[in-house]
């Protein structure tokens, strides 16, 4: 699939299946000026998010070859995360208008300053917000590694069918992988002939590994290097897939004929995470999830501002809308997660 931002911002052509009650939902929010660019919040957010990650890989060096450095590792596996989030919402143009822009500033943050492939994610992300928790069409319920239904564990063996029984107890642990796993999908991506501007996200992944891994094994001896890249990057996957864990896993799963139209597909798969502004700061407004999936191009600031109206109309039309606290939501992924394993 072509990689486009602006798959993920169309909030009006997916949902055209919502029928009148979307159309109702979505003309109040643009009357509230919901849908309106936060350019000047995603400036300063952006302005002192690279402004941290650029005083920890100085302060970094300046350390030396230290074991203090993993205190470093931590930091930047949190700047890392907080890149993420904005290489996110670029992705859904919600920074700003323009499909061009919207590109290069995701390629600037994923592929130079993560090291993840940006145009491969826009690729992944948009099946996932078209099809939520849907059995072979959502990516993100389509992994080797967890079983996300009862069919998929109860037809696997060997080493899937021990992992699968165990799941739940191996689910937080393997996030810890997660960025390895990350890189190495996006370094395949960009190594793929059909994708557009593979010559320039080849080229800024390349500097960021070429960056990253040749500061570290400057700056640091051998053995501590190994360890900060383990550290780092372990925290990096286990921050990034803690945050977006929360927001689908343990919520339905929709077989492919099922005929929700895309209010109530995206309702009824999406949980928000309950919490103040250090919850929307630590989770990147993902805890939104409701919000975000109904609008994937309202900007984050106003995913807050959203929520009562977008609650109450739920209410109205009787669609379930869940919320719960961060730790209840680990909960109910990690029950849901035994109970698939369970018929391994």
Same mark, same amino acid.
């Given at each position: 699939m072509t990689a486009d931002p602006a798959a993920l911002a169309d909030d009006g052509s997916q949902a055209r299946s919502g029928g009148s009650d979307y159309a109702r939902l979505s003309r109040a929010v643009r009357q509230a000026g919901l849908l309106d660019r936060r350019t000047g919040d995603y400036a300063w957010r952006i302005a002192i998010t690279l402004f941290l990650l650029a005083a920890g890989w #100085?302060? $970094?060096v300046l350390l030396g070859d230290s074991w203090w &450095? +993993?205190? +470093?590792?931590v930091f930047l596996a949190v700047m890392f995360t907080q890149v993420g989030f904005l290489g996110h919402?670029? =992705?859904?143009? &919600?920074?700003?208008? @323009?499909?061009?822009? @919207?590109?290069?500033? =995701?390629? *600037? *943050? =994923?592929? *130079?300053g993560i090291g993840l492939s940006f145009g491969?994610?826009?690729?992944?992300?948009?099946?996932?917000?078209?099809n939520p928790n849907t059995e072979g069409a959502d990516p993100d319920i389509m992994m080797r590694a967890l079983a996300m239904t009862a069919d998929q564990a109860g037809s696997s063996r060997g080493l899937s069918r021990i992992v699968f029984r165990?799941?739940? +107890? +191996? $689910?937080?642990?393997m996030l810890l992988g997660e960025a390895f796993s990350v890189h190495v999908a996006s !370094?395949? #991506?960009?190594? @793929?002939? #059909?994708?557009r501007h593979r010559l320039a996200e080849a080229a800024l992944l390349a500097t960021h590994f070429a960056a990253y891994l040749g *500061? !570290? $094994?400057v700056v640091l001896s051998p053995v501590k290097a190994v360890v900060f890249i383990l550290v780092q990057q372990g925290l990096f996957g286990l921050y990034l897939g803690a945050s977006f864990a929360p927001n689908h896993k343990g919520m339905p799963i929709l077989r492919r004929e099922d005929d929700h139209d895309f209010l109530r597909r995206q309702v009824l798969t999406s949980r928000n995470i309950r919490g103040g502004w250090f919850t929307d700061l630590a989770l990147g407004g993902l805890n939104y999830q409701i919000e975000h999936h109904l609008f994937p191009s309202m900007p984050r600031p106003s995913l807050s501002r959203s929520q009562p109206l977008i609650k109450e109309f739920c209410q109205q039309h009787g669609l379930p809308y869940c919320q719960a606290s961060l730790v209840g939501s680990y909960a109910q992924a990690l029950r849901y997660l035994h109970a698939v394993g369970a018929h391994a």
């Amino acid at each position: 699939m072509t990689a486009d931002p602006a798959a993920l911002a169309d909030d009006g052509s997916q949902a055209r299946s919502g029928g009148s009650d979307y159309a109702r939902l979505s003309r109040a929010v643009r009357q509230a000026g919901l849908l309106d660019r936060r350019t000047g919040d995603y400036a300063w957010r952006i302005a002192i998010t690279l402004f941290l990650l650029a005083a920890g890989w #100085a302060a $970094f060096v300046l350390l030396g070859d230290s074991w203090w &450095q +993993l205190g +470093l590792a931590v930091f930047l596996a949190v700047m890392f995360t907080q890149v993420g989030f904005l290489g996110h919402d670029a =992705g859904h143009r &919600q920074i700003c208008a @323009s499909r061009r822009l @919207s590109y290069i500033l =995701g390629i *600037l *943050l =994923g592929n *130079l300053g993560i090291g993840l492939s940006f145009g491969w994610w826009v690729a992944k992300h948009h099946r996932h917000h078209a099809n939520p928790n849907t059995e072979g069409a959502d990516p993100d319920i389509m992994m080797r590694a967890l079983a996300m239904t009862a069919d998929q564990a109860g037809s696997s063996r060997g080493l899937s069918r021990i992992v699968f029984r165990c799941q739940a +107890l +191996l $689910f937080f642990p393997m996030l810890l992988g997660e960025a390895f796993s990350v890189h190495v999908a996006s !370094v395949r #991506a960009v190594a @793929s002939r #059909a994708r557009r501007h593979r010559l320039a996200e080849a080229a800024l992944l390349a500097t960021h590994f070429a960056a990253y891994l040749g *500061l !570290v $094994f400057v700056v640091l001896s051998p053995v501590k290097a190994v360890v900060f890249i383990l550290v780092q990057q372990g925290l990096f996957g286990l921050y990034l897939g803690a945050s977006f864990a929360p927001n689908h896993k343990g919520m339905p799963i929709l077989r492919r004929e099922d005929d929700h139209d895309f209010l109530r597909r995206q309702v009824l798969t999406s949980r928000n995470i309950r919490g103040g502004w250090f919850t929307d700061l630590a989770l990147g407004g993902l805890n939104y999830q409701i919000e975000h999936h109904l609008f994937p191009s309202m900007p984050r600031p106003s995913l807050s501002r959203s929520q009562p109206l977008i609650k109450e109309f739920c209410q109205q039309h009787g669609l379930p809308y869940c919320q719960a606290s961060l730790v209840g939501s680990y909960a109910q992924a990690l029950r849901y997660l035994h109970a698939v394993g369970a018929h391994a």
